[in-house]
């Protein structure tokens, strides 16, 4: 029949009574669409069919025997018996089903589950609430005992085995006690009904005890990963009425769940504990429905109370009205609203409020910082329509940070976007960044694509959506600076923000520029790039906290920062930051004086890589001299340590100077209270004088190393070493700013000390005077001023002198020149109130000591100076050869000078000088370029005319003078040589560098035609002419007739000796006196 087979086989013996029947029947096919034709109705899509049974007609009634069949993949076999002949007829079966195959029938609507969906939605109900419940009368005028067993179940959305039914029909009531194995969780119950003046009264009871529920509850809560097991599992549900309405109307409901230990996230990596001390859903007779739990969710205690309507009134209005009430962890949720169908968001509204007063409190269950003290509150309007999801008119607020909004979740093109405009009147990133400090990292092994934002109680995490975003905040404040006038607005598409402009003010400092971000991986990297012009720097260092004071200015900063991370914490640790600044200028000034230090800025760069020092360089210029700085300190994740110290070196390079600064710096950084370990070296000190606009030393090569502190008073070095050619100086150095001048100390020692390091060439340390002096004076000045840097001042000059007080003090165990050892010495300097002093200056050698003193002043525009020299028996071999080593000049120097002095300068101080210049000298040889001296040309000029017989020497040279207003004028000036004595007198005049004096010869034995004509000289010290007058020319004629008496002479005197040295003995007396 149409594709279906249908076979009888058997017999009847009486075919009019149907007496004696015994028929084998059967039924099969392959396709349904026969049996749909054949019945008349629509059937599950079952697939092929074969069914066989035995019918027999007995005395009292039927029997079908032997049934067996398939229908699908449902197979099944039993009997049936039916006696119509008894006073009530009673029906009796058994039925085994071995495997029972469901989905043809969950699964009898074609299309997919969401085209179902709609479609029911679609099609009006098939019946009404108030239609009249089927009559059970044909029902209660029989007796039926029906046993049905299921051994499996299979297209179920669970597992089901050992399912048994036993339905029972006896005196006007239904009884049907009921037992399955429900994944697992065996459910006993029983369900009676019975009809009662046209009504229809049903009770059902469901049980369970002491069961896992782990496929269970994956149906039941349709929560992936949930498994656990429950001590007490009943439902009770009981009811009257005579339709449907009147039923619901007289529902008495009650479900209950006893300790049931839970835990979802199973199929994560960390499963979420989750325990039901209590579970009650109850809907009371003609009460409100209800439901309430008490549990334990991540070892935290909570409660849920929900409370609705009772049926009559959700059946006589729209939707179930809901007022939930949540706790736990010092949280409270409520949500009230109305939800217009049981399981369907669509038309449902719910007002949300939560809040609590420690965000702490809260770290089990979203990764909060358990000491988190702040309080926090959120507000709403959630809604869903138009198969979209609304939170709007948001308001939260964690601490003192704000946030107002709507959020709207959608689908498109089957993806989910999010849309979020949000505004903050102020947010507190400390606040925000203490909440989540202890937030989790991901894993190496975590390769799930996307960004989770970590949530304990949702072991999935939360992934970030397509999301476009509309972002104002009127004020970020930092920890240091306050970030204001924020704006950006972006979008995020599959994973990824593309470059999005955004403004912002740090401090004072507008910024323009973008940002990206790419989520796609669990740790997002975000990429901002950021630049301003005009920028106050310093402003933005000291807003920052970075350093207490600073004055730096550029014309132009850009700034790449990349950061990689989800919390505050790693993104320090894995970013990266590039900050350009172009065309500045950098003032560093004394604490104290406020002196500056300007450092024009060409080009600077601060770099940051992760694990690697944050470095900055720095390309620029002091004054004219181009210099070179490289900072480095710590990585940058070493900053969010609480530390008051970060270690620090720079390292600058400027005109062959190369500086190395180590140590550590506090935060903020402070030119108070550091320590440094300093290293300086260089080629020659000559170098600084561009850099310091001071003319210094031309010494070299140098290298000093100590170690300077820093702190109010000023600047020290207690421990220097200082190294200058082959010398080597060690002690302490000390700056003391808090004055009224800066006071500079310097103590030094040395073992050897090699005075040829120390040369200075044609370098002064002081200012000239190109219209004072004489014009040999100028004419030297005229050739160091030729070589005058443009820019540099002398070391010393009269302005800079009353700028800073200042003491040297250098102490010498053993002072070399060359290959000469000349003994210890020691040199004590001051600068005091605008006056040099050198008190004392002194050398001790084997045989004699040289003593000195020195100062000077300027006052009303003079230089007034006193000079003290006292030399005892100096060998001045030394000095000769100090002006040319390879010079043998030799002899002793014994010096006394004592001179006052007032005049422009310094260089020119004998032209106006007062005092006393006694000085005797034992050459072994004489010569007149070594010293360039008015004496000793002198002495030097007048000796072939005065002893030029073989083997005379000069046995000494003795001078005893006084000076006034810069002229000298002689108590005694000998020459002693073999065979003559010259006595002298006559005048220096050192303001016109003229001399002019008379030398008077006198032979030390007689002889006979001896002239002994007076000598004259005149002239500038370095070109002067000898000669006599012809007054001394008759004098001379006078001694040379009388000359011829010197043999008498002889024999009646006594001869000098030659040698001379009772003469020069007495000399030297009247020096000492």
Known sequence: LAGTIVSVNGGITDPLKAQDVDLDIAISGEKREALEALMETSLPAVGSYDVRARLVKS????????????????????????????????????LDVATLDLEPFLNNVPGSSMEREQEAQATPPGFSLDETMHSLDALWKIDADVMLAVNRVVGAPTDIQGASLKAMVGDGQLTIPVGATVSGVPINGRLAIQEDDDSLDFTLALSSEGSDMRNLTRVMGRTEGLEGSFEKFALRASGRGRNLRTA???????????????????????????????????????????????????????????????????????????????????????????????????????????????????????????????????????????????????????GQTAFTGDLS?????????????????????????????????????????????????????????????????????????DLTDLSFIGRIREGRLKKSPFTATVGVVPFT???????????????????????????????????????????????????????????????????????????????????????????????????????????????????????????????????????????????????????????????????????????????????????????????LDGTVQLNRAGYHVPSLSIRVGDSHLTGNVSLDTT???????????????????????????????????????????????????????????????????????????????????????????????????????????????????????????????????NIEHLDYGVLARRIDPSDDAAGWLSLDLDLRSRSKTLDNMLNGATGRFDFAVWPKNMQADIFDLWAANLVVAILPRIDSGPGSRVNCVVGVFDMADGIMNPKTFLVDTTNVQVFGDGEVNFKSGQLDFELVPKAKRPTMFSLATPIRVSGSYSEFETGASAEEWIRTAGRFVTSIFAPIRRIFTTPIPADGEAECLAAMERVSE
Do not use: C
């Open 513 to 703: 520029g973008g940002v990206s971000l790419d989520l796609r991986s669990q740790v997002p990297v975000a990429t901002i790039d950021i630049g301003s012009e005009n920028v106050d720097v310093g402003g933005l260092l000291r807003e920052l906290e970075l350093v207490e004071r600073s004055e730096t200015r550029a014309r132009r900063l850009a700034v790449e920062i990349v950061l990689r991370g989800s919390t505050l914490k790693t993104i320090i640790e894995k970013s990266e930051i590039t900050a350009v600044l172009e065309d500045g200028v950098m003032t560093i000034r004394d604490p104290n004086t406020q002196a500056p230090l300007e450092i024009g800025i060409v080009k600077s760069t601060l770099t940051s890589t992760p694990g690697s020092p944050v470095v900055y360089d720095v390309d620029g210029r002091i004054g004219s001299v181009p210099v070179r700085i490289r900072i480095e300190t710590n990585p940058l994740a070493s900053f969010l340590e609480a530390t008051d110290h970060v270690p620090l070196r720079l390292t600058a390079d400027t005109g062959g100077v190369h500086v190395e600064l180590n140590g550590s710096v506090p935060r903020p950084f402070t030119l108070r209270n550091l320590r440094f370990d300093l290293s300086v070296e260089g080629g020659n000190l000559e170098k600084f004088d561009e850099l310091l606009h001071v003319s210094v030393p031309p010494w070299g090569p140098y290298a």
């Open 739 to 869: 004055g009224t001048r800066p006071r500079l100390a310097v103590n030094l020692t040395s073992k050897t000390l090699q005075l040829n390091d120390f040369n200075t060439g044609g370098w002064s340390a002081f200012e000239y005077d190109d219209s004072a002096g004489n014009i040999a004076d100028r004419e030297d000045r005229s050739r160091s001023i030729s070589n005058k840097k443009v820019g540099v001042e002398a070391l010393l000059r009269s302005e800079s002198m009353r700028e800073f007080d200042a003491r040297l003090s250098i102490a010498v165990n053993e002072v070399l020149s060359g290959e000469d050892r000349l003994g210890n010495g020691q040199l004590v300097a001051t600068l005091e109130d605008g006056r040099i002093s050198l008190d004392p200056v002194r050398i001790e050698i084997p045989e004699g000591s040289a003593d000195a003193r020195f100062g000077f002043e300027v006052a009303d525009g003079d230089v007034v100076a006193r000079t003290e020299v």
């Open 409 to 481: 979740a959608g689908w498109r093109n089957q993806d989910l976007l999010l849309r979020a405009t949000v505004r903050s009147p102020e947010i507190v990133l400390d606040e925000l960044t203490a909440v989540f400090a202890q937030q989790k990292k991901p894993t190496d092994q975590d390769k799930s694509p996307g960004l989770d934002l970590h949530i304990p109680i949702l072991p999935h995490g939360i992934k970030i959506a397509d999301t476009d975003l509309d972002i104002a905040v009127e004020r970020v404040r930092l920890q240091t600076v």
């Open 248 to 398: 619901l109307e007289s529902l008495d409901l009650l479900m209950t769940l006893d300790r049931a230990d839970l835990s979802y996230g199973r199929d994560s990596d960390e499963p979420v504990p989750l325990i039901l001390e209590t579970f009650e859903l109850a809907l009371p007779q003609g009460e409100a429905l209800r439901l309430s739990t008490r549990g334990m969710l991540v070892d935290e205690a909570f409660s849920v109370d929900l409370s609705s309507a009772t049926v009559s009134e959700a059946l006589s209005t729209v939707g179930w009205p809901i007022d939930l009430t949540a706790t736990g962890s010092g949280a409270r949720l409520s949500l009230k609203g109305s939800v217009p169908e049981l399981g369907k968001l669509e038309g449902t509204t719910l007002d949300l409020a939560m809040g609590g007063e420690r965000i702490g409190d809260l770290a089990p269950w979203i990764g909060a910082d358990p000491s988190a003290h702040v309080a926090y509150g959120v507000s709403g309007r959630l809604s869903f329509h138009d198969d979209k999801a609304y939170f709007e008119s948001v308001r939260a607020k964690l």
């Open 59 to 94: 005395g009292t009634g039927y029997k079908v025997a032997n049934l067996e069949g398939s229908v699908g993949n449902t197979t099944f076999s039993g009997n049936i018996a039916v006696d119509h002949l008894a006073t009530r007829p009673q029906i009796s079966a058994t």
